[in-house]
């Protein structure tokens, strides 16, 4: 019996650890990464401004996972029929299987934008939107950022405040093709954060309608914004591996019988038939729900139960978020239910998000390291 977990971001390396002390001892379970880090990809807008955040957002599988076997591959192919992956270095046969690849950038054909916007997924990417705005801070220039979800606002945030500290006289753009910041989320949080990216002197432009991009414009459908260092945070799309669609799941997660998405990876709808906003957030919790419903699975059939007419009842995830936040340079916006918190409480807030993820996987020094970029000098 293999059970399979495809990505380790925070949904994998949940789901992996909680397998690893759930499956029973004649399950084998292995892990597939294509970096041999996990990155805690909530705070990598920090690493803009702070390149030194990166030692302590990237955790080695090795240190994270004890049982699981960690395969470094990328996964190329999902084979769901005869229950193959295909990686770059082999293919990989399983029983069980967790779809855990998380996101990419979608650019939507847009000419230009995805030759000259720069992503922001992976640490490589946090470095180019340095340099870039680095760049364009020697010249007094301008810095767009196209599209204001939870990782746009809080670029336009890291490069304001990263220009302030260079004492450079940068224009920063967050442009929003809806009518508000923050979109997926509550009113409150929405005008908490639009409030703190003003204060930060962050000129926002909502509805605006992003077409293209050349190699020193934006343009909308109704004007041209130029910039200096443009960053692109307008979407996200499914993993190649899927044929790029995030497929939607219910509250199960379950895409077949054996292969389970979950995180950004998929449109999770959960049980009580809402939308769950891709977030790290949602994706620790749905793995939570999906070890549960995988041990139980793989336990049914190696008692013989898979001959059986009914395999077990498994859970439905359901999306309670305790309140959302977000980092706007060294201010930050935090909503739990009705209240809102913004300056130290929600920095604070903050820092202790990041931190209780990385000790949750072990990753303690980090966390204390976390804590202190996130609180040192402001
Ligand atoms: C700048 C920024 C700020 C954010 N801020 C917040 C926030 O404040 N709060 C919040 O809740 N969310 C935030 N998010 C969103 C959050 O980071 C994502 O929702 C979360 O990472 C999703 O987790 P995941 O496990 O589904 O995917 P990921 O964390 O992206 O993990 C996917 C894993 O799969 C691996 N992988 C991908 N493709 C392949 C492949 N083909 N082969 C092998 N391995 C592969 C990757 O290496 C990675 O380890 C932010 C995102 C960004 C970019």
Not at 351 to 376: D, F, K, M, P
Request: hydrophobic share 45%; glycine share 10%; aromatic share 4%.
């Amino acid at each position: 019996m293999r059970v399979v977990v495809l990505g380790a971001g925070y949904a994998g390396l949940t789901l992996a650890r909680r397998l690893e002390s759930r499956l029973p001892a004649t399950a084998d379970l292995v892990v597939v990464d294509e970096s041999d880090d996990h990155l805690v990809q909530h705070e990598l807008h920090r690493v803009i401004r702070r390149p030194a955040v990166e030692d302590a957002i990237t955790v080695p599988l090795r240190d994270a996972l004890d049982r699981a076997t960690i395969r470094t591959a990328r996964v190329e192919d999902l084979d769901r029929e005869a229950r193959r992956i295909h990686l770059s270095d082999g293919t990989l046969d399983y029983d069980y299987a967790a779809l855990c690849l998380g996101a990419e950038t979608a650019f939507y054909d847009l000419p230009g934008v995805d030759e000259h916007g720069i992503p922001l997924k992976r640490l490589g990417h946090a470095h180019r939107v340095r340099d870039a705005v680095l760049d364009a801070c020697e010249v007094d220039g301008r810095a767009v950022v196209g599209g204001a979800g939870l990782s746009g606002v809080q670029v336009a945030g890291e490069i304001a405040a990263l220009a302030a500290e260079r004492g450079a006289d940068l224009d920063v753009t967050l442009l929003e093709r809806l009518d508000t910041v923050a979109p997926a989320f509550p009113e409150a949080f929405q005008s908490a954060v639009r409030d703190a990216l003003e204060s930060a002197g962050v000129a926002i432009h909502t509805n605006a309608r992003v077409t293209g991009a050349t190699a020193d414009a934006v343009e909308l459908d109704d004007g041209t914004v130029p910039y200096d260092a443009f960053v692109w945070t307008g979407g996200i799309r499914g993993p190649d591996a899927i044929g790029s669609d995030r497929p939607i799941v219910r509250g199960d997660c379950k895409l077949d019988d054996h292969t389970f998405a979950v995180g950004d990876a998929a449109r999770v709808v959960d049980a009580d038939g809402e939308a769950v906003p891709a977030s790290a957030a949602a994706a620790i919790r749905e793995a939570r729900t999906v070890a549960i419903n995988v041990d139980r699975l793989v336990r049914w059939e190696l008692e013989g139960g898979a001959a059986d007419e009914f395999p077990p009842k498994l859970d439905l995830f359901r999306f309670d978020a305790p309140g959302w936040i977000a980092s706007v340079g060294d201010d930050a916006v935090a909503t739990v239910g009705p209240k809102v918190f913004t300056g130290a409480t929600a920095r604070t807030m903050k820092a202790t998000v990041g931190a209780g993820h990385l000790s949750s996987i072990g990753a303690i020094s980090r966390a204390v390291n976390l804590v202190q970029e996130e609180l040192g000098p402001s």
